[in-house]
Structure formats: C-alpha cells, structure tokens
C-alpha cells in the first residue's frame, strides 16, 4: 500500500482525496463507488506523476500524485 493524492480537474467538480492504495486498478476500484465518478473514469485520461498511464497494473509508490484529467474542447 501506497499513500497517494489524486486530483479531480475541471468539470468533475471534487476536492482532492488521498487514499492508500497498491496500484491504479485498486484506485479505479475505489473510486467507481461514487456515483457521479462513474461516467468520468469512462471520459478521462490518468495521469500519475505527470505521466498519462493506462496500465491497470501501475503500482504507486508513496507519494505519487494522480490527476483525473477529463475531455476538453478549446474555441
């Protein structure tokens, strides 16, 4: 198990968490117990560390800093 702090940016609308957890499946485990984050995890990118990461099996270590990044459209 890692400490880890996870950001929600833009439209998601949530205060930053953290929460301690071994990997990024464990995270999306977690955090589809919350309904309004259901639709976003489909949506949004991950990025871990500054990274974009789509590996499941990503193992945190302490410390790491995850951002739930969703679509955007510039005009």
Known sequence: MAKIYVEFLGPIGLEPQSFDLASLEDLKNELQKNPHLNEWLKLS?????????????????DGDK???LPPVCGG
């Open 45 to 61: 990118a991950v990025a871990i560390n500054d990274e974009i990461v789509e590996n499941l099996d990503y193992i945190f270590q």
């Open 66 to 68: 995850v951002v739930l």
